[in-house]
């Protein structure tokens, strides 16, 4: 059972245009919803995380809209740069007991157009 | 800062044969992980440690065995190598396991042949 869905799965954006990537999740114990950005050969490394008691955080160029209600949480990327081409993933956590791991997305391969 | 080093990078094993995948960080960091990631599947989680002297089961744990050496070190064990163990694993750590940033080592691609 996929606990966090992403979409979509590749994704082409023109430079200065505006890159948007989607999330669902099931599990309603998960209070902490963080994206990373993986660029080839690389780990992860977090971009931008939001909690549920926020609808909106906004770092640099990096926006999480977030929709407790509906269960989904999207990222919007601003402006994007071809250096900002990698994978996303978005992810989710609860707040204990089992796995305290993240469960994550399936990712969204990303190429900015210059 | 090194963060968190994974060794080796790259280890090709034939169907059977055993290997110890090496994490250390150097963050003070109570919490380790380990995960693989396969093409299309994301990252999934195979074994954590929330605190040294303590290993808890993922999503995916048939197949491996964890160590937590000390607070910096994590490894990981394949006992008898399986070609569906062909992966990319991944190595992280965060402050402790409550919704705090995990950091990601490079990561270790393995084949099993």
């Known amino acids: 059972q996929q606990q966090v869905k992403q979409s979509p799965q590749s994704l082409i954006v023109q430079k200065g245009g505006i890159s948007i990537i989607n999330c669902a999740y099931e599990?309603?114990?998960?209070?902490?919803f963080p994206w990373y950005q993986q660029f080839p050969g690389k780990g992860p490394a977090l971009l931008i995380a939001?909690?549920?008691?926020?609808s909106e955080k906004k770092e640099g160029r990096f926006t999480i809209s977030f929709n407790k209600s509906a269960k989904q949480f999207s990222l919007h990327i601003m402006d994007s740069q071809p250096g900002d081409s990698a994978t996303y993933f978005c992810?989710?956590?609860?707040?204990?007991?089992?796995?305290?791991?993240?469960?994550f997305g399936k990712g969204t391969h990303l190429i900015i157009q210059p | 800062n090194a963060g968190v080093t994974q060794t080796p990078k790259f280890q090709v094993l034939k169907t059977g044969q055993s290997m110890t995948l090496q994490c250390a960080q150097d963050?003070?960091?109570?919490?380790m992980y380990w995960y693989r990631q396969d093409p299309g599947m994301g990252l999934r989680l195979i074994y954590y440690?929330?605190?040294?002297?303590?290993?808890d089961k993922g999503e995916v744990p048939n197949g491996y065995n964890v160590s937590r050496l000390n607070k910096r070190e994590f490894s990981l064990r394949l006992e008898s190598a399986a070609p569906s163990q062909t992966s990319v694993y991944f190595c992280?750590?965060?402050?402790?396991?409550?919704?705090?940033?995990?950091?990601f080592g490079d990561g270790t691609r393995l084949s099993i042949l």
């Open positions: 963050m003070n960091h109570n919490s």
């Open positions: 939001i909690r549920p008691d926020v």
């Open positions: 599990n309603t114990a998960f209070d902490y």
């Open positions: 992280a750590s965060s402050v402790h396991t409550s919704n705090q940033p995990q950091h």
């Open positions: 440690s929330a605190s040294e002297g303590t290993t």
């Open positions: 992810a989710a956590k609860g707040a204990g007991g089992g796995a305290d791991g993240l469960t």
